[in-house]
């Protein structure tokens, strides 16, 4: 490629160190797609022949068919995508082929491919996130009315419904959707144009090689064109913070299948048992989806650190840009769909929840908001008498709802017969009416906003 300035080959080591095709052969769509619409601006503005352009275009389709079959031959002497596919395209059409880099640099061509490539990545985990609010939407819609505990610092705090906790996760992945949307918004910019980093001389038509590829304008500036790669470290951001709400639904279903909790199990075909001891069902899907958050965050990481002092324009330390975010992105569609496929699967014990639910006097609060309400008491004096109520109850070895009347009267002597109605886990989820909040009907609204929204 650089024969006329150098008089030998690389060593041993440096091409060792310098090949990139068994990671970047992935970007073959993305390359020949730039390739083809680079190719027509060329013909268009009378940059190359048409028959030259044809010959080029005819080319590119055979070594898409070619890799498609398999029978491409990507050789490492040929170091990237980039070459091995103008390699092959001086092989099959000959000179016409040395026309198609006019114009163009392989700083703008990696730029342009890596750019697609991402841009389809958060296409696919916006459809793989919608994809699994749907199935939390019909898990949540099947069990607004089912009573589960809420929990603060995984101690037992208010009841709620299995179907409102399930929204919890609809909300945040609709959250996680909107940043990659977001985050395609900014990157839909093409650098295609900005050539090695300073534009080129022949009268290209940027704005038209920019509308081919989908793009909804050519970059302004040609040097961060080359050399921007924050949107690959935008969409690894989106793909953390999505690994880490997909890691506490996967910590909660580890945690709701051990038999201490019980209150879930999934089927044969989701777990796998154990070498040594029969009678173990592990919930191994949930744990690996738990372990790729380290890889995801570990890949925004590494791409951080590979930009943090790169000089202006391009640098070969960009080659490593492609690794993290292949990993990452592979990571999270596999975890996606493992989610979406337990969440489907996922055998709720609404019996052992509903139990749960009115444990530990998760209805403390209940009691106090009754004084608040009845009594007229200030909410601090409330919150007083209910803990001495607490207290009291622990000692007898009964709930808030079997404390007698006579013993709540000692602590507060206005309090009647009617604060029981309010001290049972089905009435305290019901009164919970404020939008947002877990009575059924309001669960059963939000279901409805969100499939309205997807």
């Known amino acids: 490629m650089w024969g006329g300035r150098f008089s030998s080959r690389p060593a041993e080591i440096m091409q060792a160190i310098n090949v990139s095709i068994g990671v970047d052969q992935r970007l073959w769509r993305q390359d020949l797609a730039g390739s083809r619409a680079h190719c027509r601006m060329l013909a268009k503005q009378g940059i190359i022949a048409q028959a030259d352009a044809d010959a080029i275009l005819g080319g590119l389709e055979v070594i898409q068919s070619e890799i498609e079959a398999g029978t491409f031959p990507f050789r490492d002497q040929f ?91 609809v909300e945040m992945f609709g959250r996680d959707a909107g940043r990659f949307a977001d985050a395609r918004a900014r990157m839909n910019e093409s650098p295609l144009g900005a050539a090695a980093l300073a534009g080129s001389p022949f009268p290209i038509d940027r704005q038209a090689t920019a509308a081919d590829l989908g793009f909804d304008r050519p970059m302004a500036n040609s040097l961060d064109a080359v050399s921007d790669r924050d949107f ?30 019980g ?24 744990e690996l989806v738990r372990a790729k958050t380290g890889r995801i965050m570990g890949s925004l990481v590494a791409l951080s650190t590979v930009m943090k002092g790169l000089p202006l324009a391009y640098s070969k330390d960009m080659q490593e840009d492609k690794p993290p975010v292949f990993e990452a992105f592979d990571a999270l569609d596999l975890a996606l769909v493992a989610m979406t496929a337990m969440v489907s699967a996922l055998q709720p014990n609404t019996e052992r929840m509903a139990q749960a639910a009115g444990a530990g ?94």
Request: glycine fraction near 6%; hydrophobic fraction near 45%; charged fraction near 20%.
């Open 79 to 169: 170091e990237d995508i980039h070459m091995n596919v103008e390699a092959r395209l001086n092989e099959l059409i000959g000179e016409p082929s040395g026309r198609l880099h006019t114009a163009r640099s392989r700083n703008d061509q990696v730029a342009v491919d890596f750019r697609l490539w991402v841009r389809d990545a958060c296409d696919r985990s916006v459809a793989q996130l919608k994809a699994l609010q749907a199935a939390l939407l019909t898990r949540a819609e099947q069990h607004a009315g089912d009573l589960m505990p809420g929990f603060t610092h995984l101690q037992t705090a208010q009841p709620v419904t299995l179907g409102h906790h399930l929204m919890a996760y």
């Open 232 to 261: 690959a470290l935008e969409s690894l951001a989106a793909a953390s913070i999505t690994a880490g709400h997909l890691s506490r639904l996967a910590e909660e279903i580890v945690v709701w299948m051990t038999p201490m909790f």
């Open 263 to 286: 209150f879930a199990s999934l089927p044969d075909d989701l777990t796998t048992g154990s070498s040594i001891m029969p009678q173990k069902r592990n919930p191994d899907a949930a």
């Open 361 to 454: 006097f998760s209805t403390a609060t209940d009691l106090a908001d009754w004084l608040v309400r009845e009594l007229n008491l200030p909410f601090r004096k409330a919150h007083h008498v209910t803990g001495a109520a607490v207290k009291r109850a622990e000692g007898l070895g009964v709930d808030l709802s079997q404390l007698p009347l006579e013993e709540m009267q000692k602590l507060e002597p206005g309090i009647t017969e009617a604060v029981y109605k309010v001290l049972t886990a089905e009435a305290s989820c019901q009164s919970r009416q404020s939008y947002g909040g877990t009575a059924p009907e309001q669960v059963r609204a939000r279901i409805a906003d969100w499939r309205a929204r997807l």
